[in-house]
């Protein structure tokens, strides 16, 4: 008897439809706008409203001006949706769920680069690590149209360290550095943030936020740190800043899959390290001498920056389309 392999059901892939697309290709426009302008959640689904449902006045509006860099971006926000949605939300209603999508709700997780988690454990259980990123936070002001408005913070680059699992992984390794060191005074116990410390900030390189990055490692004896980003230019930009507080940059790691050379870098501002990603890094970890600390970025270094840009204009596209706002 001969086995006939039975016929595999193969799910159809409908089309997207055409506002989905468009929703999608409005979000990056919009949020793309808020990485020059300061990142915000609010201001961008601000943006985001008129873009959708008034798009005849988003531009002046918001002083949305032509780019050279991006030329299509005043196409994209100023195009119609091609049919009307069935309800069309009030604009809070609309920043607060789509805020609550891109935050509490997002599988921060999920965006992990692989292998990423992994390396900062190494770090951790080696010496004291910072998490260095920059985002929306706390909120901020934008001007535009002649007018200066205060736009609240979401705490988006919190609910990014906290979901991966960071908060959980330092509370880990601070009990099992105690387990194997019992210590009866308790003012000696490890605490979490001396085994990794989330340093989220609005603008990175501000003065109070590079002071309090250089007195968290000078507070617990370390001088020296190894500095792990994905843009060459901050390297540069962070090494003068540690020194004047007293912090020696031991050695600097760059994670890109790009040649310097060929991008016309010069043999003299090529970083001490380049590699591929985090994942690769665990021959530099094992060879830093003790007590040298390590200051690590988050976005495009600990997770996929690419990867979230689609993860999120998805997820802001299906919320629209299941309320019927689409």
């Not at 392999?5 to 506002?19: F, G, Y």
């Not at 736009?151 to 906290?162: N, T, V």
């Not at 908060?167 to 387990?179: G, H, Q, S, V, Y």
């Not at 609005?202 to 990055?213: I, M, Q």
């Amino acid at each position: 008897m001969i086995d006939v392999p039975k016929k595999q059901k193969h799910k159809e892939t409908l089309p997207e439809s055409p506002n989905k697309g468009l929703v999608k290709d409005k979000f990056r426009t919009a949020f793309g706008i808020y990485v020059d302008r300061g990142p915000n959640v609010t201001g961008a689904l601000d943006l985001l409203y008129d873009a959708v449902y008034f798009p005849d006045d988003v531009a002046a509006s918001h002083d949305v001006q032509h780019s050279e860099k991006f030329p299509s971006r005043l196409e994209e926000l100023e195009a119609k949706l091609e049919s009307q949605p069935q309800v069309t939300p009030e604009r809070e209603e609309f920043i607060r769920e789509l805020r609550e999508q891109l935050t509490r709700s997002l599988d921060q997780e999920a965006l992990l680069f692989p292998g990423a988690k992994d390396a900062v454990e190494k770090m951790a259980r080696k010496a004291p690590v910072a998490i260095w990123t920059q985002g929306d936070m706390f909120g901020g002001s934008s001007s535009f149209d002649g007018k200066k408005i205060d736009l609240p913070g979401s705490r988006e680059q919190w609910y990014k360290i906290h979901g991966v699992g960071f908060t959980a992984l330092r509370n880990l390794i601070a009990m099992e550095k105690d387990r194997r060191n019992p210590i009866l005074d308790k003012t000696q116990q490890t605490r979490p943030k001396d085994v990794i410390s989330f340093h989220p900030h609005e603008d990175k390189f501000g003065a109070k936020g590079v002071k309090k990055l250089a007195d968290y490692f000078k507070g617990r004896g370390i001088q020296k740190v190894v500095v792990i980003e994905d843009k060459l230019g901050n390297i540069h930009r962070l090494r003068p800043l540690l020194e004047a507080e007293g912090i020696e940059v031991e050695a600097s790691v760059l994670i890109t899959k790009k040649n310097l050379t060929e991008k016309g870098v010069s043999e003299d501002e090529h970083p001490d390290y380049v590699v591929p990603s985090i994942s690769e890094m665990t021959h530099i970890i094992e060879g830093q001498p003790e007590g040298v600390g390590f200051i690590c970025d988050f976005d495009g270094v600990i997770t996929d920056q690419s990867l979230r840009w689609k993860v999120t204009a998805k997820a802001v596209a299906n919320t629209m389309e299941a309320k019927g706002w689409l």
